[in-house]
């Protein structure tokens, strides 16, 4: 089974995240929406397949990250998240929340072995 198939997004905690946003929109050309900022790309096995990776700025008292108290969080696509929760679990993985299904995907949060939140986003479009 294929796990981690790419990165889904990268999300961090920051004093003032309209200044970041305007600051990296500024000097970087990150161009930002309500969600921070999408990268657009194709699968290179697949290229009529579109994939997306997401920036983002968090506000420094977020609980989103929770129960992690790193100042950023790391989104991974994957494939068949039910299956990869299932083999994660048989590893003594800590699994945070149940899988939320959204319009646009499956998600789910676990923990590294140093306390680093993870989410994992099973795209709808895969």
Known sequence: MKKVTGIGGVFFKCNDPKGM?????????LPQTEYG????????????????????TF?????YFNPSEKPFM???????LAALIDELKKENVTIVDEIAE?????FVH????????????EPADE
Do not use: H, M
């Not at 790391?74 to 068949?80: A, F, K, M, S, W």
């Not at 959204?102 to 499956?106: A, P």
């Open 37 to 56: 900022t999408t990268f657009e790309w194709r699968q290179a096995d697949n290229p009529e397949k579109e994939g997306s990776t997401s920036w983002c």
């Open 74 to 80: 790391i989104n991974y696509r994957v494939e068949n």
């Open 59 to 63: 506000p420094q008292d977020t609980k």
């Open 102 to 106: 959204y319009d646009y995907g499956k």
């Open 110 to 121: 676990i923990l590294d072995p140093e306390g680093n939140i993870i989410e994992l986003w």
């Open 21 to 29: 946003n305007d600051w990296y929109a500024k000097n970087l050309g």
